[in-house]
């Protein structure tokens, strides 16, 4: 198993430290961790089940990836609520006529929303799909994640879809390093996805790098 870089190491030692660094490195487009922070209260204090996806959720998970956005996966019925509750008031659009794109109106951070019932990669039907986040979520830090199974799920399917999904197959690839995840961890993933899994597995206990082919 190759050895953790020191930075690595470094984030790694809290969720906040991964997003204050977030922040830092990328601070003329807002603080990631109080726009993160915000969201989060807003949702809960409105009722709306919510789970934090994308790069924020790798590194919640332990595996630091920067990032200027924070995507988040509602259901179709809490973006509706969001919108109602908190556009204008908080929140606007992103760009015009944007439904599911929107900024923080203080920090200025983007916020992308995907909504349970949608497919991963290319959107076309398959058997995994993005879940409803009351039931597939874990509490990081006072922040409610996507679970690890999910996540790692979510991104297999993606990277099952076309060649310019391969950066999801890395990071399951690295996630595993990172996480010294077992080769049985397939055993809690869609079956559709297992081969996919094990493949990874087995090509992550030598190289360096995602192998393609």
Same mark, same amino acid.
Request: proline letters at 7%.
């Given at each position: 198993?190759?050895?953790?870089?020191?930075?690595?190491?470094?984030?790694?030692?809290?969720?906040?430290?991964?997003?204050?660094?977030?922040?830092?490195?990328?601070?003329?487009?807002?603080?990631?961790?109080?726009?993160?922070?915000?969201?989060?209260?807003?949702?809960?204090?409105?009722?709306?089940?919510?789970?934090?996806? *994308?790069?924020?959720? $790798?590194?919640?998970?332990?595996?630091?990836?920067?990032?200027?956005?924070?995507?988040?996966? $509602? =259901?179709?019925?809490?973006?509706?609520?969001?919108?109602? /509750?908190?556009?204008?008031?908080?929140?606007?659009?992103?760009? @015009?006529?944007?439904?599911?794109?929107?900024?923080?109106?203080?920090? !200025?951070?983007?916020?992308?929303?995907? =909504?349970?019932?949608?497919?991963? *990669?290319?959107?076309? @039907?398959?058997?995994?799909?993005?879940?409803?986040? /009351?039931?597939?979520?874990?509490?990081?830090? !006072?922040?409610?994640?996507?679970?690890?199974?999910?996540?790692?799920?979510?991104? $297999?399917?993606?990277?099952?879809?076309?060649?310019?999904?391969?950066?999801?197959?890395?990071?399951? /690839?690295?996630?595993?390093?990172?996480?010294?995840?077992?080769?049985?961890?397939?055993?809690?993933?869609?079956?559709?996805?297992?081969?996919?899994?094990?493949?990874?597995?087995?090509?992550?206990?030598?190289?360096?790098?995602?192998?393609?082919?």
């Amino acid at each position: 198993m190759p050895e953790t870089p020191a930075y690595e190491a470094y984030v790694r030692q809290s969720p906040e430290r991964i997003l204050e660094e977030a922040s830092e490195f990328f601070m003329q487009r807002g603080n990631m961790n109080q726009a993160l922070r915000d969201l989060a209260r807003r949702l809960d204090e409105a009722g709306i089940p919510y789970a934090v996806l *994308g790069a924020i959720a $790798l590194g919640q998970h332990g595996m630091p990836r920067m990032t200027l956005d924070i995507d988040i996966l $509602l =259901t179709p019925r809490g973006l509706a609520q969001f919108k109602a /509750q908190y556009l204008g008031r908080g929140y606007v659009p992103a760009f @015009p006529g944007a439904e599911r794109t929107f900024r923080a109106s203080d920090t !200025g951070v983007r916020i992308e929303v995907i =909504t349970s019932g949608e497919y991963p *990669g290319d959107g076309l @039907p398959k058997p995994v799909s993005f879940p409803d986040p /009351q039931e597939a979520w874990v509490e990081i830090g !006072g922040i409610r994640v996507i679970t690890l199974e999910r996540l790692i799920e979510l991104k $297999l399917a993606s990277g099952m879809t076309a060649a310019h999904r391969l950066r999801d197959l890395a990071d399951v /690839q690295d996630l595993i390093r990172a996480l010294s995840l077992a080769e049985q961890f397939a055993e809690r993933l869609d079956s559709s996805v297992r081969p996919l899994y094990q493949k990874l597995w087995s090509q992550s206990q030598a190289p360096d790098r995602l192998q393609e082919g």
